[in-house]
């Protein structure tokens, strides 16, 4: 009688020890992991030369089609000369776009692409007014 009497008083459960186990060993890694993560962006200002002006390439694009490098109407045609002659003897290779509110998007994706091709512009920013 014995033998039943203790199968009666057992009662099934699931041992949670090797869970709460794991569920901690996952909290301390979360807790190493997450102070090394990059928080933010990475940003760049234009840098400016001693007599207080921009060394920074800047190109505008405007609504009505027209871009201007460094304040100086450009014709599209003739941008792909300009700046690889500008980039010829910079070290940074960085440049600008500023944008008038309503750019079309194909116009601003056409300006990229002359500006990121070999021999030009490796950095690319945004100006935001």
Do not use: W
């Not at 840098?47 to 304040?71: C, E, H, P, W, Y």
């Not at 600008?96 to 079309?104: P, Q, S, T, W």
């Not at 692409?113 to 007014?129: K, M, Q, S, W």
């Amino acid at each position: 009688m014995n033998a039943r009497a203790d199968k009666a008083k057992r009662v099934p459960g699931v041992n949670v020890t090797p869970l709460v186990d794991v569920l901690l060993v996952l909290l301390i890694i979360f807790m190493v992991i997450t102070p090394m993560l990059q928080k933010g962006f990475q940003t760049q200002v234009p840098k400016r030369d001693g007599g207080g002006g921009s060394t920074a390439i800047v190109l505008q694009l405007f609504k009505d089609g027209r871009m201007a490098l460094n304040q100086q109407v450009v014709p599209e045609g003739d941008l792909p000369a300009r700046l690889t002659a500008i980039y010829a003897t910079r070290s940074d290779k960085s440049l600008f776009l500023d944008a008038e509110d309503r750019v079309h998007y194909d116009a601003v994706v056409r300006a990229l692409d002359l500006c990121r091709a070999p021999g030009r512009a490796e950095t690319i920013g945004f100006e935001l007014n």
